[in-house]
């Protein structure tokens, strides 16, 4: 009976080894293979390599010795930017506006997700969604140019309404205080479509029968969607925060660097700006920049494995 098992091809496939396994399928999928080698050459040369660089945050930068000739200096730079009068300053933006958006990005998506999928009307359902979908596809330059237009104090949309009622607009893009708001509202007006889509994909994954049966006991539609929908898309949304946590000191440069201005720099200067401005601006410090760069990682991982560690704990699903 073994014998017969040995000459099988079932027992002559699991006889070899891992290796022999391995080549087999790639010669038999070898068309497969070749399509996952282009992202995987892509990670490798624009992810990984790059990670060479790292090594500048420990090292005094010498554009004639270049990256591996150049002395070591420790935590120099570390030391450096921990000691620096900007540290507090923009690990505080950083932070608080990042959490900010994040926290406003949670609820909206998942209430526009649950308001389409309880409409009945196709039509009014469709276009509700290319209205919610189509200002994530607008560039980060128009979104800002689009709301210096509206804020303009003279000729804006805002301005023009208040002085209908006698009112006079201050200029918002020059206020320490309503950067925040407009940068993250802006950015949940922006997303809140096209991150819905991720939440209409679990609730089409929701039985019928469970609808129908809620209905025969005599459920409302707000019942029905509190005690069945909402459920549904809360492992989905557990996993989304734990992302976008792991992105909180990295708020995305173009639209802060867009708004800033000298007026508002002391709420609107952020790790990703600052970086920028030491690294490639005036006197660059390539090490000095990518000490903080590397010091914004580090606590970007950090933050990432925290939250998901909480919400295996409250919800039991995390990312890993």
Same mark, same amino acid.
């Given at each position: 009976?073994?014998? *017969?098992?040995?000459?099988?091809?079932?027992?002559?496939?699991?006889?070899?080894?891992?290796?022999?396994?391995?080549?087999?399928?790639?010669?038999?999928?070898?068309?497969?293979?070749?399509?996952?080698?282009?992202?995987?050459?892509?990670?490798?040369?624009?992810?990984?390599?790059?990670?060479?660089?790292?090594?500048?945050?420990?090292?005094?930068? *010498?554009?004639?010795?270049?990256?591996?000739?150049?002395?070591?200096?420790?935590?120099?730079?570390?030391?450096?930017?921990?000691?620096?009068?900007?540290?507090?300053?923009?690990?505080?933006?950083?932070?608080?506006?990042?959490?900010?958006?994040?926290?406003?990005?949670?609820?909206?998506?998942?209430?526009?997700?649950? !308001?389409?999928?309880?409409?009945?009307?196709?039509?009014?359902?469709?276009?509700?969604?290319?209205?919610?979908?189509?200002?994530?596809?607008?560039?980060?330059?128009?979104?800002?140019?689009?709301?210096?237009?509206?804020?303009?104090?003279?000729?804006?949309?805002?301005?023009?309404?208040?002085?209908?009622?006698?009112?006079?607009?201050?200029?918002?893009?020059? !206020?320490?205080?309503?950067?925040?708001?407009?940068?993250?509202?802006?950015?949940?007006?922006?997303?809140?479509?096209?991150?819905?889509?991720?939440?209409?994909?679990?609730?089409?994954?929701?039985?019928?029968?469970?609808?129908?049966?809620?209905?025969?006991?005599?459920?409302?539609?707000?019942?029905?969607?509190?005690?069945?929908?909402?459920?549904?898309?809360?492992?989905?949304?557990?996993?989304?925060?734990?992302?976008?946590?792991?992105?909180?000191?990295?708020?995305?440069?173009?639209?802060?660097?867009?708004?800033? *201005?000298?007026?508002?720099?002391?709420?609107?200067?952020?790790?990703?700006?600052?970086?920028?401005?030491?690294?490639?601006?005036?006197?660059?410090?390539?090490?000095?920049?990518?000490?903080?760069?590397?010091?914004?990682?580090?606590?970007?991982?950090?933050?990432?494995?925290?939250?998901?560690?909480?919400?295996?704990?409250? !919800?039991? !699903?995390?990312?890993?």
């Amino acid at each position: 009976m073994n014998g *017969n098992k040995k000459n099988s091809p079932m027992g002559l496939y699991t006889s070899k080894t891992k290796n022999e396994r391995f080549c087999l399928a790639v010669k038999r999928y070898w068309q497969l293979y070749l399509l996952l080698l282009i992202p995987i050459i892509y990670i490798l040369v624009f992810h990984y390599y790059p990670m060479l660089g790292l090594q500048l945050a420990f090292k005094k930068f *010498n554009a004639k010795e270049g990256i591996w000739g150049d002395s070591w200096v420790g935590f120099k730079y570390f030391i450096k930017f921990f000691n620096s009068y900007k540290f507090i300053e923009v690990v505080r933006n950083t932070f608080v506006t990042s959490f900010y958006a994040v926290l406003a990005q949670i609820p909206i998506p998942i209430i526009l997700a649950l !308001s389409l999928n309880a409409v009945r009307g196709q039509k009014f359902k469709k276009a509700a969604q290319l209205l919610s979908y189509m200002p994530h596809f607008i560039s980060t330059v128009v979104i800002v140019s689009m709301m210096m237009q509206m804020f303009n104090t003279r000729s804006g949309l805002v301005a023009v309404i208040a002085a209908l009622f006698g009112k006079v607009v201050p200029d918002i893009f020059a !206020s320490e205080s309503a950067f925040k708001h407009l940068y993250v509202w802006s950015t949940v007006w922006q997303s809140a479509g096209w991150a819905s889509i991720i939440y209409l994909a679990a609730l089409a994954g929701v039985d019928p029968e469970q609808h129908e049966a809620a209905i025969v006991d005599g459920a409302t539609r707000f019942q029905r969607v509190r005690y069945i929908d909402f459920p549904t898309v809360i492992p989905t949304a557990s996993i989304l925060i734990i992302l976008n946590m792991g992105r909180v000191m990295s708020l995305g440069f173009e639209k802060v660097y867009l708004m800033q *201005n000298d007026l508002n720099i002391a709420a609107s200067e952020i790790i990703s700006t600052y970086t920028y401005k030491i690294g490639l601006t005036g006197n660059a410090d390539f090490s000095y920049s990518t000490a903080i760069g590397l010091f914004n990682s580090v606590i970007n991982l950090i933050l990432i494995l925290m939250t998901n560690k909480l919400s295996k704990k409250l !919800s039991g !699903s995390g990312l890993f």
